[in-house]
């Protein structure tokens, strides 16, 4: 809603009158073929014009480059008749799949986004309108067009997006929960096995009735009831296997929005780690990419699935005391998914404190031990002040001199990877060897002596299943290597380092993509918190950068208070009571942990969580006297105490706000006790 409402300021009347042109480019007639997907994405592109304002008759389809490879403008009709209307003034929107790719690659492209700022054209991509005329938006481009570059390489972006569009319609397969099977047409229905289905029915059945996954693995155990589970693969592949029920499976059906029948994509994400390995992690439900309800059969409704996972949290809860003021939610914060824990190594995750509404400061914390086993938070480190360290480290670090060292470093670990690659190969050639000559021995024996011939035949099988091993694992790690920077690519990094800084000071400059480029530039953040917080930044390339901050001061909720401040309250309390207290110190200009005012309840707080010694027990220490002991002493009534002190006839001390004081001893002289005698 938001940015479709940014997107319209940018589309002006002048803009409407003129043509919207959808530039539809397939190279090779495979691609047509079989890339029907991004024939899908792209005509969704004409549905984005239309809903911008374009009538439906003034938008044009190029196409007419399908099927042809094209290797210059000369040979593409379609781009050049672009190019002329374009030129001729004639175009208010340039649609197409990665324009921005294009334009930073492509010296056609490059021309014509030139001759659409002269022309004040607009272009529309996935992701969003751009102004070529706006500087920011050109740079944005430019940006986005070096980032995609490696976004492409790395992340086989293309490929990615036809299956995300696919999966935004809900068709895009995944493989399904035990309980669910595709039929011959695709559709996903109930496993047709009645046992399989009785046993989920059960299981849920069971949960509903005892609220908690533990009680249900219980159930299942002290019954001895097998749990199903389909084999995913291997030789047995789509077989049954009869297993005992454990939490943490418990735990996974409960959270499959599948056995509400709902389809998904992308709870979870994945990371790449510097040696080569790839690290999975969870998204909130937010945070997915699709979520359709209703799609297929399902063992449970989707009131009853949110109502079991509502249940799950309140167990959690139960174990320990999870916030619940502050939900996790999506936030401006940089280094969402990227901050590592410095004690246990989990993933941390970004709680924001809240004032009134408005997100404040981020909270990481680190909880995997809290939510597996009940234990106690590992970590919290308050975010404040994170955020801007990390800035300021990427301005001074992002430029061309640090970037090409960074680059250097990556040449030099693709260097030894060409030589793992060589010692692994050499691995490879020994096992078929190995297995060549199993094999020859196997033959030469006498088929008549069975002992022989078994244990030979044994032995053979083992190197054969040796030399897939083998083979297996060259191919995974040579993929790994072909996905090393091209030249080409890395100077399309070191020319980012230029326009860097510029962006991203800009203030309009959205979180969004300025998220999106902390991801290319770093790849986890370490967080430790001892007397103060230290951060290791890994970046990409593999340099490594430590940063020391401070602790924010932490609030009286949180126990430990400043020291000084502590101490001043304890000085303070002889003669103040806790509203003068915080009057005091907030003139004095100091803030609480959560960096606001002081008042009453804050100081009271303090008091008590550091043991400091109350007013009330100061006072007594020194000899005031309660109203009734003065009443008992000077034999009148309470009411009668109290008059005299509020009019100043006995010295009062208050204690606290609600009137209560403690009257001074009015002396053995005084004309008080005389009166009584
Ligand atoms: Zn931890």
Not at 420 to 424: E, F, Y
């Given at each position: 809603m938001k940015i479709s409402l940014l997107m319209n300021q940018k589309v002006t009347a002048s803009h409407l009158k003129r043509q919207a042109y959808c530039y539809v480019r397939q190279s090779t007639l495979k691609q047509v073929f079989e890339n029907t997907e991004s024939t899908k994405r792209q005509y969704a592109l004409r549905e984005r014009a239309i809903s911008l304002g374009w009538p439906i008759v003034q938008i044009v389809t190029i196409d007419s480059d399908l099927g042809e490879t094209a290797t210059s403008?000369?040979?593409?009709?379609?781009?050049?008749?672009?190019?002329t209307e374009v030129s001729l003034g004639?175009?208010?929107?340039?649609?197409?799949?990665?324009?921005?790719?294009l334009a930073r690659n492509n010296a056609d492209w490059a021309r014509l986004l030139e001759i659409c700022a002269i022309t004040d054209t607009?272009?529309?991509?996935?992701?969003?309108?751009?102004?070529?005329?706006?500087f920011n938006d050109r740079l944005l481009l430019n940006m986005k067009g070096t980032f995609s570059e490696v976004e492409l390489h790395v992340l086989r972006s293309r490929l990615r997006g036809g299956a995300l569009s696919k999966a935004r319609r809900g068709e895009f397969k995944t493989r399904l929960p035990t309980g669910f099977v595709y039929d011959h047409n695709d559709k996903i229905i109930m496993d047709p096995d009645k046992q399989v289905q009785q046993s989920f029915r059960l299981f849920f059945d069971i949960f509903q009735r005892t609220g908690a996954a533990f009680a249900t693995v219980k159930a299942f155990r002290e019954d001895d009831v097998k749990f199903p589970c389909r084999i995913h693969c291997g030789p047995n592949k789509g077989g049954l296997q009869w297993r005992t029920l454990t939490y943490s499976r418990a735990l996974v059906i409960l959270k499959n929005p599948r056995y509400a029948g709902a389809y998904?994509?992308?709870?979870?994400?994945?990371?790449?780690?510097?040696d080569g390995s790839t690290t999975y992690y969870w998204v909130p439900q937010d945070e997915w990419i699709v979520l359709l309800k209703d799609v297929h059969p399902g063992?449970?409704?989707w009131d009853q699935y949110e109502e079991n996972l509502r249940r799950i949290r309140e167990n959690a809860i139960a174990y320990n005391t999870i916030d619940r003021k502050t939900p996790p939610r999506e936030g401006p914060c940089l280094l969402q998914g990227l901050a590592v824990c410095g004690k246990c190594g989990q993933r941390m995750t970004i709680r924001y404190k809240y004032q009134r509404t408005r997100p404040v400061d981020p909270v990481y914390l680190c909880q995997r031990n809290r939510i597996e086993k009940g234990e106690n938070s590992c970590q919290y480190i308050p975010g404040a002040g994170i955020d801007e360290a990390i800035s300021k480290l990427l301005i001074e670090s992002v430029t061309p001199l640090t970037l090409e060292v960074a680059l250097e470093v990556q040449q030099e670990l693709e260097a030894r990877i060409n030589e793992?690659?060589?010692?692994?190969k050499q691995q490879v050639e020994r096992a078929e060897y190995d297995a060549n000559l199993a094999r020859r021995r196997f033959m030469q024996v006498d088929p008549e002596n069975r002992l022989v011939a078994d244990t030979l035949e044994a032995e053979w099988n083992e190197k054969l299943r040796a030399l897939q091993d083998g083979k297996d694992y060259y191919e995974k790690h040579r993929r790994l290597e072909s996905e090393k920077l091209k030249k080409e690519q890395q100077e399309e990094i070191l020319k980012l380092a230029r326009d860097f800084p510029k962006l991203w000071k800009n203030p309009r400059t959205p979180a969004r993509e300025k998220k999106r480029m902390i991801r290319f530039l770093i790849e986890d953040v370490t967080m430790i918190r001892k007397e103060d917080i230290t951060l290791h930044v890994r970046f990409k390339g593999g340099a490594k950068k430590t940063l020391k901050l401070p602790l924010p001061l932490k609030g009286s909720q949180y126990n430990v208070t400043d020291p000084e401040i502590v101490e001043l309250v304890d000085d303070l309390l002889s003669d103040h009571n806790y509203s003068e207290i915080a009057t005091i110190?907030?003139?004095?200009?100091?803030?609480?942990?959560?960096?606001?005012?002081?008042?009453?309840?804050?100081?009271?707080g303090i008091t008590h969580s550091?043991?400091?010694?109350?007013r009330y027990t100061r006072l007594r220490n020194t000899g005031k006297l309660t109203v009734d002991e003065v009443a008992k002493l000077l034999g009148v009534s309470n009411q009668t105490v109290r008059r005299w002190g509020k009019k100043g006839i006995i010295k009062t001390y208050p204690y606290n706000d609600r009137n209560g004081c403690l009257y001074e001893h009015p002396g053995v002289n005084s004309p008080l006790m005389k009166k009584r005698t």
């Open positions: 403008v000369a040979d593409r009709e379609g781009f050049q008749k672009l190019m004639r175009v208010g929107l340039v649609m197409g799949l990665e324009v921005s790719r607009l272009i529309l991509d996935e992701d969003g309108i751009y102004d070529p005329t706006d998904y994509y992308g709870r979870q994400r994945s990371r790449k780690n510097v063992y449970i409704t793992a690659d060589k010692l692994r110190l907030n003139a004095r200009g100091y803030k609480s942990g959560m960096g606001l005012q002081f008042d009453r309840k804050v100081v009271a550091n043991n400091l010694k109350t």
